[in-house]
């Protein structure tokens, strides 16, 4: 009887990446300190068991932007961990002011603080659409030129002053 030993592929990866997001958002909701510590950890796990040995496969915007729909994930999708990690420590952060600050201006009976943590409350729900929107246009503009990516400049013409000057005296 034979084992198929099958790799850890992105897909699967992508299944948990979201699996896990959607419950640490959860929790997020309900125990709003650990959330930070968790993605930090889960994408740290996640790039380790990244599958490198897959070819190269076209990445559809439709797709990206469908992933990015959770803070991140469009970024995974395309591949841009580092990204993914900013985009959703940046939307944590201020999601987490928000919250913060939207319960200290519901709390508050002075008029003064009351507007010192409205003034926060709408900079940073201003902050989590910016992110938001931002992670949207960078995955789908990242997987538009997914396709353009070469790291093997060998193939590109240098031209130097010596070569245009040549061509220059040929012309004559």
Known sequence: MKHSSRSFGTKDGEKIFFLVFVSLWQRYLQRKKWLLIGL???HTVGITQRDTTE???EKLPSKAVLY??????????????LKAILIMSAGVYSAYN???????YLNTDTTVNRSRYRERRNKFAWWVGFVYIYGLIDAMVDSHLAAFENDDFDELPIVT??????SELLRR
Do not use: E, H, T
């Not at 928000?98 to 200290?104: D, G, Q, S």
């Not at 002053?161 to 040549?166: A, F, G, I, P």
């Open 55 to 57: 070819a190269q496969v």
């Open 98 to 104: 928000f919250i913060l600050n939207r319960n200290l």
């Open 161 to 166: 002053d010596k070569d245009q000057n040549k």
């Open 68 to 81: 990015s729909l959770i803070p991140g994930g469009g970024q995974v999708y395309n591949g841009k961990y």
């Open 40 to 42: 930090l950890i889960f």
